[in-house]
């Protein structure tokens, strides 16, 4: 199993651009999240999603958007980059949605906006 | 919402000593209580997680235990090694929440001293 697969690993974008961060995993896991990470500030939840079909916003949810057709993919949209958006994204999956169970995390995408 | 506080922000210590990092969280709810380890360039991966029916939880050179009763718990890793350097994220999470994830600490970076 590859586990949680993100594309692209690196990306500039410049202030305005938009682009589709990838999300695919393998292990048929229901629960899916995207986290983004800045320096010394821990892992803050943007959207997550039960199911297919079903998303929900996180505590950062502005100026990005999702969506879950399929149980494997779970893409982000950033449709107006903005320099605030810099960090590293990771997307991560779960077997279980009661916030009980461990979270599969991918390698993550770095995107610089400039 | 949970609040979870991680403390130190840096630890530094010789190879073979052992390293102790501190979690507070604030939901009396909460009773599930993950590690993760993060390597440069890569996702956060679970090293060890505990739920509150348990005091302690031990794997080999690391330990995790909990006190419900103060709201913290706190990893122990002994005889150290210079493959134990990396970011550490503690988080809390618990069953009957919602689908949201895990509350994430903001990071503790170890590093080992040869």
């Known amino acids: 199993n590859a586990g949680v697969t993100q594309t692209p690993k690196f990306r500039i974008l410049k202030i305005g651009q938009s682009m589709t961060l990838q999300c695919t995993q393998d292990?048929?896991?229901?629960?899916m999240y995207w986290y983004r990470q800045d320096p010394g500030m821990g892992l803050k939840l943007i959207y997550y999603s039960v199911g297919a079909g079903i998303t929900d916003k996180g505590e950062v949810p502005n100026g990005y958007n999702v969506s879950r057709s399929t149980t494997e993919d779970f893409p982000l949209r950033l449709e107006l980059a903005a320099p605030s958006q810099t960090s590293v994204y990771f997307c991560?999956?779960?077997?279980?949605?009661?916030?009980?169970?461990?979270?599969?995390f991918g390698n993550g995408t770095r995107l610089t906006v400039t | 919402g949970e609040n979870v506080e991680q403390h130190p922000s840096t630890l530094s210590v010789q190879e073979g000593d052992s390293a102790v990092i501190k979690c507070t969280y604030s939901d009396s709810a909460s009773n599930y209580f993950p590690w993760y380890k993060q390597e440069l360039g890569k996702g956060p991966q679970l090293i060890i997680d505990?739920?509150?029916?348990?005091g302690e939880k031990k794997d080999q050179r690391i330990a995790v235990t909990l006190n419900k009763t103060a709201k913290h718990f706190s990893l122990h890793i002994t005889e150290t090694q210079p493959e134990d350097s990396a970011v550490y994220f503690c988080a809390s999470g618990g069953l009957g929440g919602g689908a949201d994830g895990l509350t994430f600490g903001k990071g503790t970076h170890l590093i080992i001293q040869p």
């Open positions: 991560a999956s779960s077997y279980g949605g009661d916030r009980g169970s461990p979270l599969h």
């Open positions: 505990i739920r509150s029916n348990v």
């Open positions: 292990m048929n896991h229901n629960y």
